[in-house]
């Protein structure tokens, strides 16, 4: 009877769910409020949600009748302007300049030899038109695709996007599968409200990358290294995330010809996607800049910056407290899932900048792993939309305390509970009832 009741509650929040974040559609007030407070509200009942769904089962039937509802409240978000960040327009007017034969990489939006390709849209929604693309040439192709479908309409992009989330869901259950783990923990990826307004909303681009970095790891739990590998680095690709767990998997091999694949096969395919570019553009130029300067929402960051009040001798810091941190969890005897996603996490918790979308990707080893911390950060990373509502109304983007407090510390709190834990993630194998890793 308890199991039923836990099961009739977390439909009901998985409803609500739903109905909180189409109200985007239906609610006569202005988009930024209804984005903030639908994503706030959403977040919140994620949380229960997530405790409820511990302790019910759902039958294959059940969870594909959830799935199905989810992607078409997604599909419903396919021709929505984005609310809560621009970034998309940045990636159509990149494909447009390849569509007319022109290297993303040479030029600036506002570069008066480009006027014969403005218009009323672009490249006037375009974040930082005084900087070039700092997007790396395989996304570059993608906003090639998403140009040619659908011009410089949002629905081409956001089309690719959920082609990519359903690839991942797909992976996520066949993962979870293979470690024998019950399937339902999809609904951690699929029903994060931050995965629906991230993605299906504002349309970010590495909602195509957390889909990769979801086929490398299926394809490593699966035996076939070399596929996963492949899929590694070209995840890194969309975002270097991925490069985190090149030191777990070269720990865990024990061959020397194993663990220097592990290490150049990634980077190999990563370099490849550059090469029609390096001779004429320098990829990286904007790039560096933007990590140079740009913070936002990061805890740590933030409290060494108020006493050393420069941005990179606090970053030194910082990189130098993860490596601190990072080498104590590779060296572990943790399980290897377990080592991806502390140092995910911990990557995050030190840097300068964490958008909510950066967080898609802990999303992912949430719904592997299940650790409170991950469901946690992905629910209340969405009070940071309180910096999106006060710079559309007043033009000040700005951290604000009280949100990285409420933020950060039960995270923080959840995050030593979790690593000084037994390792509770028993990695079933399938060769006589192992999985080899």
Same mark, same amino acid.
């Given at each position: 009877m308890l199991m039923k009741n836990y099961k009739f509650l977390t439909l009901i929040f998985s409803i609500l769910i739903i109905i909180t974040?189409?109200?985007?559609? *239906?609610?006569?007030?202005?988009?930024?409020?209804?984005?903030t407070f639908t994503y706030i509200i959403s977040s919140l009942i994620f949380l229960i949600f997530s405790f409820c769904l511990q302790k019910t089962k759902f039958s294959t039937r059940e969870l594909f009748l959830i799935i199905s509802i989810v992607?078409?409240?997604?599909? &419903?978000?396919?021709? /929505?302007?984005?609310?809560?960040?621009?970034?998309?327009?940045?990636?159509?007017?990149d494909g447009k300049l390849q569509a007319n034969g022109i290297n993303p990489?040479?030029?600036?939006?506002?570069?008066?030899?480009?006027?014969?390709?403005? &218009?009323?849209l672009l490249p006037a929604k375009v974040n *930082?038109?005084?900087?070039? /693309?700092?997007?790396?040439?395989?996304?570059?192709?993608f906003f090639y695709i998403a140009y040619k479908i659908s011009g410089e309409a949002v629905w081409g992009f956001k089309l690719i996007l959920l082609l990519f989330e359903i690839l991942t869901i797909l992976f996520i259950y066949l993962l979870l599968q293979k470690?024998?783990?019950? /399937?339902?923990?999809?609904?951690?990826?699929?029903?994060?409200? %931050?995965t629906i307004f991230q993605f299906s909303i504002d349309a970010h681009l590495d909602g195509l990358g957390i889909t990769l970095l979801a086929a490398a790891l299926y394809f490593y739990f699966s035996n076939k290294k070399f596929i996963s590998l492949i899929f590694l680095g070209i995840s890194l690709s969309i975002k270097p995330i991925g490069i985190l767990f090149l030191p777990v998997l070269f720990i865990e091999r024990k061959k020397v010809f194993e663990k220097i694949s592990i290490i150049v %096969?990634?980077? %190999?395919v990563f370099g490849i996607q550059f090469i029609p570019y390096i001779f004429t553009s320098n990829p990286f130029e904007a790039l560096f800049v933007y990590t140079a300067n740009w913070s936002f929402n990061g805890f740590i960051f933030k409290l060494f910056y108020i006493f050393i009040q420069n941005n990179q001798t606090t970053r030194l810091i910082c990189s130098l407290l993860l490596i601190v941190v990072l080498i104590p969890i590779y060296l572990s005897k943790k399980e290897i899932l &377990?080592?991806?996603?502390?140092?995910?996490?911990?990557? *995050?918790i030190f840097s300068p900048v964490v958008h909510p979308w950066y967080i898609g990707w802990i999303v992912l080893l949430t719904?592997?792993?299940?650790?409170?911390?991950?469901?946690? *950060?992905?629910?209340? &990373?969405?009070l940071t939309s309180v910096t999106i509502y006060y710079y559309v109304i007043d033009g000040n983007w700005s951290d604000y305390w009280p949100v990285l407090i409420l933020e950060y510390l039960p995270v923080m709190f959840f995050i030593i509970i979790e690593i000084f834990s037994k390792d509770k993630l028993a990695v079933q194998t399938f060769n006589n009832g192992k999985i080899e890793v």
């Amino acid at each position: 009877m308890l199991m039923k009741n836990y099961k009739f509650l977390t439909l009901i929040f998985s409803i609500l769910i739903i109905i909180t974040v189409l109200l985007i559609h *239906f609610l006569n007030i202005e988009a930024v409020k209804i984005y903030t407070f639908t994503y706030i509200i959403s977040s919140l009942i994620f949380l229960i949600f997530s405790f409820c769904l511990q302790k019910t089962k759902f039958s294959t039937r059940e969870l594909f009748l959830i799935i199905s509802i989810v992607f078409l409240a997604k599909l &419903s978000f396919l021709n /929505t302007p984005p609310i809560g960040s621009e970034d998309v327009y940045r990636y159509i007017w990149d494909g447009k300049l390849q569509a007319n034969g022109i290297n993303p990489y040479q030029y600036i939006p506002n570069d008066p030899g480009l006027n014969h390709l403005h &218009s009323e849209l672009l490249p006037a929604k375009v974040n *930082f038109p005084d900087l070039k /693309t700092i997007y790396f040439p395989f996304s570059e192709w993608f906003f090639y695709i998403a140009y040619k479908i659908s011009g410089e309409a949002v629905w081409g992009f956001k089309l690719i996007l959920l082609l990519f989330e359903i690839l991942t869901i797909l992976f996520i259950y066949l993962l979870l599968q293979k470690l024998g783990k019950e /399937t339902k923990y999809i609904l951690l990826y699929l029903l994060c409200p %931050l995965t629906i307004f991230q993605f299906s909303i504002d349309a970010h681009l590495d909602g195509l990358g957390i889909t990769l970095l979801a086929a490398a790891l299926y394809f490593y739990f699966s035996n076939k290294k070399f596929i996963s590998l492949i899929f590694l680095g070209i995840s890194l690709s969309i975002k270097p995330i991925g490069i985190l767990f090149l030191p777990v998997l070269f720990i865990e091999r024990k061959k020397v010809f194993e663990k220097i694949s592990i290490i150049v %096969l990634p980077l %190999l395919v990563f370099g490849i996607q550059f090469i029609p570019y390096i001779f004429t553009s320098n990829p990286f130029e904007a790039l560096f800049v933007y990590t140079a300067n740009w913070s936002f929402n990061g805890f740590i960051f933030k409290l060494f910056y108020i006493f050393i009040q420069n941005n990179q001798t606090t970053r030194l810091i910082c990189s130098l407290l993860l490596i601190v941190v990072l080498i104590p969890i590779y060296l572990s005897k943790k399980e290897i899932l &377990s080592k991806f996603y502390f140092a995910t996490l911990l990557l *995050f918790i030190f840097s300068p900048v964490v958008h909510p979308w950066y967080i898609g990707w802990i999303v992912l080893l949430t719904s592997i792993t299940q650790f409170k911390s991950g469901i946690m *950060f992905a629910a209340l &990373s969405s009070l940071t939309s309180v910096t999106i509502y006060y710079y559309v109304i007043d033009g000040n983007w700005s951290d604000y305390w009280p949100v990285l407090i409420l933020e950060y510390l039960p995270v923080m709190f959840f995050i030593i509970i979790e690593i000084f834990s037994k390792d509770k993630l028993a990695v079933q194998t399938f060769n006589n009832g192992k999985i080899e890793v």
